[in-house]
């Protein structure tokens, strides 16, 4: 293989430098001067590489890595080998995706792929633009008339972006994405693919046909927010749909009109919300779930993979099942349905044999 990774790397960090920049502390006898220049599981690590320990199901690994240096906590590193070079961190899964943002820096968002460095020729700007400093647009793109894009904003190739739409600084517009109707902060992150701004699914239904609805809001998305690749949000019907600051959405999320996401909340790929849904701060849905419209889910809750949520849902509550239900719940009901299984299955088997 002659082109080992797609990520441009910077020069080799020397392990006093990782430490101070992710907080970590060098355990006594580590070498400060070694130099990183890779990453990878500690299963798997090679020479000159950086990796982390924060399961227990993988302290084996510890003994055997041959990795050049080892994020863990305070509690793994006493069964670190001496020969290995271990940073001291509380959080270390979070110190190591630190150094990988120092080792890869191209890594955490789409990068340009055409060489553009400015507003490319081949990209259609229509009149009333308006772009500040060190905005890069790939060939390919549309910008409507009206729309503004902060300093240092990428928008890349095959992108639309609609009239009067307002991108903040130093964002990123992945390719083929759609943006209408919007107004983003700064500092966020759209993965390809991306559609944001369309109307959201409203008809008033009737014996005779259904009326579309004019679904006049806007999608607001406030800073440092992340998008994934092919996620949709709906712009809102008569008020806004609102992606709070810090929030991480992953690839292939529907969200629908006049949702309010809080801040820093995570939604992971596949998941439904629908109309007027209302998440709090810190919200994580996982995988799949769906929530019916007009729900409330109260900030630092947790609606588990699968899961349908057709009420509201408490702060710090944690729900899982179809319908939801509280997790324990939910968890000590799976557990007694196996046993049952379990017991007809060894009966049949036991009547068989008779």
């Known amino acids: 293989m002659t082109n080992p990774s797609f990520f441009a790397q910077v020069e080799p960090l020397q392990l006093k430098l990782l430490a101070a920049k992710t907080g970590a502390v060098l355990r006594a006898g580590s070498r400060e001067k070694v130099e990183i220049h890779t990453a990878g599981p500690i299963e798997a690590a090679d020479d000159g590489a ?9 302290l084996e690994y510890l003994a055997t890595t041959s990795a050049s240096a080892v994020f863990c906590n305070e509690q793994h590193a006493g069964h670190a080998p001496e020969h290995l070079n271990v940073l001291v961190h509380s959080n270390p899964y979070q110190a190591y995706a630190q150094a990988l943002n120092l080792l890869f820096p191209t890594s955490m968002r789409p990068q340009p ?8 020729k081949a990209a259609y700007l229509a009149p009333g633009v308006e772009c500040e400093s060190e905005v890069v647009i790939e060939p390919g793109c549309v910008i409507g008339a009206g729309a503004s894009l902060g300093q240092g904003s990428n928008v890349l190739a095959g992108a639309v972006i609609g009239e009067k739409v307002q991108i903040g600084r130093h964002c990123t517009i992945g390719p083929n994405c759609t943006i209408t109707h919007t107004y983003m902060g700064d500092n966020v992150i759209i993965h390809p693919g991306a559609s944001i701004g369309q109307d959201g699914f409203g008809f008033a239904m009737g014996p005779g046909g259904h009326v579309k609805v004019p679904q006049i809001g806007r999608v607001i998305i406030q800073d440092k927010v992340e998008i994934g690749a092919n996620t949709t949000i709906d712009r809102g019907a008569n008020r806004d749909t609102v992606i709070g600051e810090g929030s991480k959405i992953d690839n292939l999320v529907q969200i629908g009109h006049n949702v309010v996401l809080g801040r820093h909340c995570i939604i992971v790929g596949l998941v439904g919300i629908s109309g007027s849904v209302t998440l709090g701060d810190f919200v994580v849905v996982a995988g799949q779930a769906g929530i019916i419209g007009h729900v409330t889910v109260g900030s630092g809750a947790q609606i588990g993979g699968g899961s349908a949520v057709h009420r509201n849902i408490d702060p710090g509550e944690k729900v899982m099942g179809y319908p939801s239900i509280p997790a324990d719940l939910w968890m000590r009901k799976a557990a007694k349905t196996e046993r049952e299984a379990k017991n007809w299955r060894n009966n049949r088997k036991r009547k068989k044999d008779e």
Not at 50 to 58: H, K, M, S, V
Not at 113 to 120: A, D, H, K, L, R
């Open 50 to 58: 950086i990796t982390f320990l924060d399961n227990a199901n993988y």
């Open 113 to 120: 792929v055409t060489g553009e460095t400015s507003i490319s």
